[in-house]
Nanobody, 124 residues
Framework: QVQLVESGGGLVQAGGSLRLSCAASGRTFSSYTIGWFRQASGKEREFVAGISWSGGGTRYADFVKGRFTISRDNAKNTAWLQMDSLKPEDTAVYYC?????????????????WGQGTQVTVSS
């Protein structure tokens, strides 16, 4: 069992930055791939970014490339999503999730444990 808790969301103006955190407890954090997803009101949950268990592999959705950075510190059982140059269309609830399989996948069913989400609102 892995418990995930996101934090760091809030209200920010367009062009601003936020740093989301995903704190994990339970089974060995370092063995899991971490993914960040988001779900805007009335829309499907979508992949944002992912990072391999070692941190050596990352993957980003096209709409955040160059603006968001995913990282992790296995010693702290924590992953982060640094979000810069935020746009109103980035407004959503952001979730972190883990998977134990190899590779950074982008589909929701491949991730098993999920946090409760943190709201990010970007005003224009």
């Amino acid at each position: 069992q892995v418990q995930l808790v996101e934090s760091g969301g809030g209200l920010v103006q367009a062009g601003g930055s936020l740093r989301l955190s995903c704190a994990a407890s339970g089974r060995t954090f370092s063995s899991y791939t971490i993914g960040w997803f988001r779900q805007a009101s009335g829309k499907e949950r979508e992949f944002v970014a992912g990072i391999s268990w070692s941190g050596g592999g990352t993957r980003y959705a096209d709409f955040v490339k160059g603006r968001f950075t995913i990282s992790r510190d296995n010693a702290k059982n924590t992953a982060w999503l640094q979000m810069d140059s935020l746009k109103p269309e980035d407004t959503a609830v952001y979730y972190c999730a883990t998977r134990s399989g190899a590779g950074v996948t982008t589909t929701r069913p491949t991730y098993y444990y999920w946090g409760q989400g943190t709201q990010v609102t970007v005003s224009s």
